[in-house]
């Protein structure tokens, strides 16, 4: 429940909001409205790397950029396909393993992998046919160019790339402090950390199991329990996992409240992209202040960026929590059950 105002920042949650909004704003703009959200989904590329000095920020975010685009692949199949359930299920747990060693990997500070889980959950409701699936990936690989673009906005207006010619490097933002990087191919190259592995299939076994919990109780969006999963789960340590659960849960719980109202407004295309660039911009400024203040903004965010493709009701709010509920319990449990011997000492201590 701690608040540290010391964290907090202004620039880089504005240059999330204005990618969003730009991308929403366009969508609207030129009638394609219904793959706009996932334009800012990619937009979203946006929110990662902000302690990161920028010249190393283009290779990151290439890599989350063409990862999100992935995601919206790997889903639009999955909806083009009719799959079953079952394989919706395991591909989606899959997904969110391999996307959770990524940004382990990667090291990439941000939203995590649940961005990638996401978007492809938001896709395999949205997608049809093939025609669907190459909206949803262009309109995403605009965003994320759009979200580049934003997230290195400072440096390409101080003339940055005659700095990357003459390989001098540029200092971080200001908050961050001095780390020595290596390159994405040598990172990738590396083999992934015990912990990360582990943590990896923990991922994999919590978003199956509370996707088919929630299936099993009959809830309206079972993916959403692996959402809530998965968000608990993206630390690497079982005390990090139950903290950002119980944060989630009270987050969601807020959330829900302002998302039903919202909902309920009737508010339109134009009266939701304005609340969602504004839920965006609080969330990414609390983010690193307080993970349940965050929550309360990502809920009605990331329900209203749904809502733009999907239509939903007050009452999908009420599913959110059920749903978020399901996830956090049953990823805190099978962290508890996998905890390793360090971890354990850890929470002891």
Do not use: K
Request: charged share 10%; hydrophobic share 55%; glycine share 12%.
């Amino acid at each position: 429940m701690s608040v540290d105002m010391s964290r907090a920042s202004v620039g880089v949650p504005i240059r999330v909001g204005i990618a969003v909004g730009f991308v929403l704003v366009v969508g609207g703009l030129v009638g394609a409205r219904d793959v706009a959200g996932f334009a800012a989904l990619g937009a979203l590329v946006s929110a990662f790397c902000r302690p990161d000095p920028y010249s190393v920020r283009v290779g990151r975010l290439t890599a989350l950029g063409i990862g999100i685009i992935a995601s919206v692949i790997v889903g639009s199949v999955l909806g083009v396909a009719h799959a079953s359930p079952a394989l919706e299920v395991t591909t989606i747990a899959l997904w969110g393993g391999l996307a959770a060693l990524l940004i382990g990997t990667l090291r990439v500070a941000g939203p995590g992998a649940v961005v990638f889980v996401f978007a492809a959950n938001g896709a395999m409701g949205f997608a049809a046919d093939l025609s669907d699936l190459t909206r949803a990936a262009v309109a995403t690989g605009l965003g994320t160019i759009c979200g580049a673009v934003a997230s290195l906005a400072p440096w390409l207006a101080r003339g940055a790339w005659n700095r990357i010619r003459s390989h001098v490097d540029d200092a971080p933002e200001a908050g961050s402090t001095a780390v020595r990087y290596e390159s994405i191919r040598a990172t990738m190259r590396r083999r992934p950390d015990h912990a990360l592995l582990v943590n990896a299939v923990r991922i994999v076994a919590a978003i199956a199991a509370s996707a088919a919990l929630a299936m099993a109780v009959g809830l309206s969006h079972p993916m959403w329990a692996a959402m809530g999963a998965m968000a608990a789960m993206q630390g690497v340590s079982y005390h990090i996992t139950v903290q950002r659960g119980l944060q989630r849960l009270l987050g969601n719980i807020a959330g829900a409240v302002i998302a039903a109202a919202l909902l309920g407004l009737g508010l339109g295309y134009w009266g939701a992209v304005v609340a969602i660039v504004a839920c965006q911009i609080a969330a990414e400024i609390w983010a690193p202040v307080n993970y349940a203040i965050a929550s309360t903004a990502v809920t009605p965010m990331a329900l209203l960026l749904t809502a733009l493709s999907a239509g939903l009701t007050p009452e999908a709010a009420v599913d959110r929590v059920a749903d978020t509920l399901i996830g956090i319990v049953v990823g805190i449990v099978i962290a508890a059950v996998t905890i390793t011997g360090i971890e354990h000492r850890t929470v002891s201590d």
